[in-house]
Structure formats: C-alpha cells, structure tokens
C-alpha cells in the first residue's frame, strides 16, 4: 500500500548543519513512527479491538497468497519475468502438496 503515492519521501531539512540535521530528522522519524503507530493500531468502524483478542480464528494465508504478497511487496509486479519464475515455482509446488497453508 502507498498511502502517500510514493514508494521514496524526500524531505529537505534546510540546513548544511550536521547537528541541527541530527535534531530535525529525529523529530520527523518520531513523528512518522508515531503515525505508524495510529495507522497499524487503528481499528475499522464498528469493530472494538478486543473482538480481535477474541475470536481466534486466525487467516493464515496460501502459498500462492505469499506468492503474490511477495511479488508485491518487492515491488515486482510489474516484472513480468520475477512474476513468471515465482509463479512456475508456486505452481509446481502446489501441483505436488496442494494450496496449502504456509502454517501446514
């Protein structure tokens, strides 16, 4: 997911000063880990926290799920060759032990 519409932020910090620049960037990571943390923690509308705690049911994702999760998260999508070799080797494995779990 891009929630900014970019893979790469690039920030000036407007200062040639090593220290100053130490201050800055420090701040700015604070303040992003800090949105990080909202983001991750935030639960959908209607949905309490605790209902995750709660039903155990946990979704463990496919092989060929991991597959594309994977593609993706390379940022490979695109690469119609990386997408092919991953694909033909997701494909031969599922061909001998099935669509499995990758908790199994």
Do not use: H, N
């Amino acid at each position: 997911m891009l929630y900014y519409g970019a893979r790469l932020l690039q920030k000036s910090l407007r200062t040639k000063d090593r220290t100053q620049a130490v201050r800055i960037s420090s701040d700015l990571v604070s303040a992003l880990e800090r949105e990080w943390q909202e983001l991750r923690f935030s639960a959908t509308d209607g949905v309490a926290a605790s209902d995750f705690l709660k039903s155990g049911v946990i979704q463990v994702p496919t092989l060929t799920e991991v597959a594309s999760t994977c593609c993706d998260m390379k940022g490979k999508l695109g690469d119609k060759r990386f997408v092919g070799y991953v694909s033909r080797v997701v494909s031969e494995l599922t061909g001998i032990v099935g669509d499995k779990s990758i908790r199994t």
